[in-house]
């Protein structure tokens, strides 16, 4: 029963991560698909290349700015929502709306935000804010982090949630005995149950990862000028199926493949060794 | 409650409802500019409330939108569907019928979840256009079946795993077999993990742009978010017409959410592997 599961599995993951990697050593670089092996020729290029420094740049800044805001704000309203909250439900249905949401349809809402004429300038300006002006993702330096507010606003909800499921698992009696030590709120959350919840932490951590390494629909709908907010998921489309440059696009992906396995593999190992516990 | 207590209470809920307006400013926006009129579009009263409700924005949006809506639901439901029906299979056997190199097989299957399609997006193309389903909604409701296995099986192995090896040895004394077992006894019982599963599938797949992007991108047959993106990204400046068209895409998921909400935190949970 398992093994067409298997099977798939194995080609269409496994089997096409290979393909892919064999790809990007050959020299595919038009519509005709062309196998002359030219060893790590496109690697070289790829390296080489103005646009693969922006990627690297832009997935360094999106990683901080994204993961900062999901994990900060995911736990700040965790722990809000932990002091027996009358209306907890509805909070908790707020803060998780956006995750039921596409990607599409966060970057239209957002795209609509952030036009420099109006949105949240405008808000700025009504709030009798006048200096507060932002290009958001415009901007030619930073409008990348312009895009992980849009991206943190889908996604904390989700960090929020395993924060505020790691929180319930924490009994009463740990609170409690750290309470009769002396400790006060915030010696209690920094000592006690902030390492408490290095696991649910390790987790964000991961996921936010994974998800700025693969940032897609947003960056191609909240679009800067030139560059600013190319992403490595964005290059691979554009080299593949805007240029027809397939073995350069393979060389993107697969480079994208083996900075995930730099999340995934640690994260599975810490997994296994919770469920062989 | 002392006077210092109630001011911390209410610092508490000050906060939280600033929260809130941040997550719901977006939603208010849409929903506002989706029911203006084309010349009630000012950038100087973009926070104002339409002066009546509108539908022009919302009829042009679905006349541009509803093959695509269609599309959507005739390629998610019957995925959703087949790819739940997969993974409560899967679960079954990873929870109950261990073997040798079980576990290390259910983790090589956990690592699909997590990579980039990037890195298999090439294959995937070429193999689609070999066998023929490369441009057709048959092949994108396959791809979506297969890279629903790891997650599925996750989510049906864990719910199965709580269900004691007492009921499963019973079944076998009373004469049912591997298939008996999982027809008569766990898939009677298996509902709550179906829901769950289906849910997220159903989020999972109707929100996918890329994959769709690549596989079904002709205009008539692409699924919605590729058709919202169109109308978007065509700097078209007809925002009452883009905003109705992301609301239409965000509408099926935005009532599974608020009709099942439950079951989705749920499904959010065990997603990370800690539920």
Redesign the interface.
């Known amino acids: 029963?398992?093994i067409p599961?298997?099977i798939?599995?194995a080609v269409?993951?496994?089997?096409?991560?290979i393909?892919?990697g064999y790809?990007s050593t050959v020299k595919w670089n038009t519509v005709v698909e062309d196998h002359t092996f030219v060893g790590l020729q496109n690697w070289i290029q790829l390296f080489k290349m103005d646009r693969f420094h922006w990627d690297l740049r832009n997935l360094a800044l999106y990683a901080v700015g994204f993961m900062s805001q999901c994990i900060v704000?995911g736990f700040?309203?965790a722990v809000?929502?932990d002091?027996k909250?009358k209306g907890e439900a509805l909070?908790?249905?707020?803060?998780?709306?956006?995750?039921?949401?596409?990607?599409?349809?966060?970057?239209?809402?957002?795209?609509?935000?952030m036009?420099p004429?109006?949105?949240i300038n405008?808000?700025f300006v009504?709030m009798g804010l006048e200096n507060f002006y932002f290009e958001w993702n415009a901007h030619p330096k930073w409008g990348i982090l312009a895009i992980t507010i849009a991206a943190a606003?889908q996604f904390t909800?989700?960090v929020m949630?395993?924060y505020l499921?790691g929180l319930r698992g924490i009994s009463e009696e740990v609170r409690e005995a750290a309470r009769v030590d002396g400790a006060g709120t915030w010696a209690l959350y920094r000592r006690i149950i902030i390492p408490l919840l290095m696991?649910?932490t390790f987790?964000a951590i991961v996921?936010t990862g994974?998800g700025s390494?693969?940032v897609?629909?947003l960056v191609?709908?909240l679009a800067g000028p030139a560059f600013t907010t190319d992403t490595?998921?964005f290059h691979?489309?554009q080299s593949?199926?805007g240029q027809y440059r397939?073995s350069m696009?393979?060389t993107?992906?697969?480079f994208?493949?083996l900075l995930?396995l730099f999340?995934?593999v640690p994260?599975?190992r810490s997994?296994?060794f919770e469920?062989e516990r | 409650m002392s006077l210092q207590r109630f001011w911390s209470r209410g610092a508490i809920y000050l906060v939280l409802i600033a929260f809130c307006l941040f997550y719901l400013m977006p939603f208010y926006v849409m929903f506002i500019t989706g029911l203006k009129p084309y010349e009630d579009l000012n950038v100087t009263r973009m926070w104002d409330l339409p002066k009546g409700i509108y539908l022009e924005g919302i009829i042009e949006a679905w006349k541009r939108v509803a093959p695509n809506f269609r599309n959507s639901a005739m390629i998610t439901i019957p995925a959703a569907l087949i790819s739940s029906f997969i993974g409560s299979m899967n679960g079954y056997v990873f929870a109950k019928w261990r073997f040798p190199g079980s576990d290390t097989l259910f983790v090589l299957f956990l690592v699909g979840m997590f990579l980039p399609y990037q890195g298999i997006l090439i294959p995937l193309v070429r193999t689609l256009q070999i066998v023929g389903l490369y441009g057709s909604p048959v092949g994108l409701i396959m791809v979506h079946c297969i890279f629903g296995i790891p997650i599925t099986a996750l989510l049906f192995r864990s719910y199965y795993a709580s269900i004691p090896n007492e009921l499963i040895d019973a079944s076998k004394i009373d004469g049912c077999g591997f298939l008996g077992i999982y027809r008569y006894v766990l898939l009677p019982i298996s509902m709550p993990a179906f829901a769950v599963v289906l849910l997220w599938q159903f989020t999972s797949i109707w929100n996918d742009y890329l994959i769709g992007l690549v596989v079904l991108s002709s205009p008539r047959l692409a699924p919605i978010n590729v058709a919202v993106q169109n109308i978007a990204g065509s700097w078209s400046v007809e925002w009452n017409v883009q905003m109705s068209a992301a609301l239409i895409a965000a509408l099926p998921t935005i009532v599974v959410y608020l009709a099942l909400g439950k079951l989705f935190m749920r499904g959010l949970l065990a997603g990370s592997l800690k539920g």
């Open positions: 029963m398992l599961s298997i798939a599995v269409f993951i496994y089997g096409f991560i393909w892919t790809i704000f700040l309203i809000l929502l002091q909250i909070f908790r249905t707020i803060v998780i709306f956006p995750f039921a949401v596409s990607g599409i349809v966060t970057g239209v809402a957002w795209r609509w935000l036009q004429t109006t949105g405008l808000l009504k606003w909800g989700y949630a395993l499921a696991p649910v987790t996921l994974m390494i693969r897609f629909d191609t709908i490595l998921a691979m489309y593949t199926f397939f696009g393979a993107v992906g697969f994208m493949i995930s999340l995934v994260y599975l997994m296994q469920a």
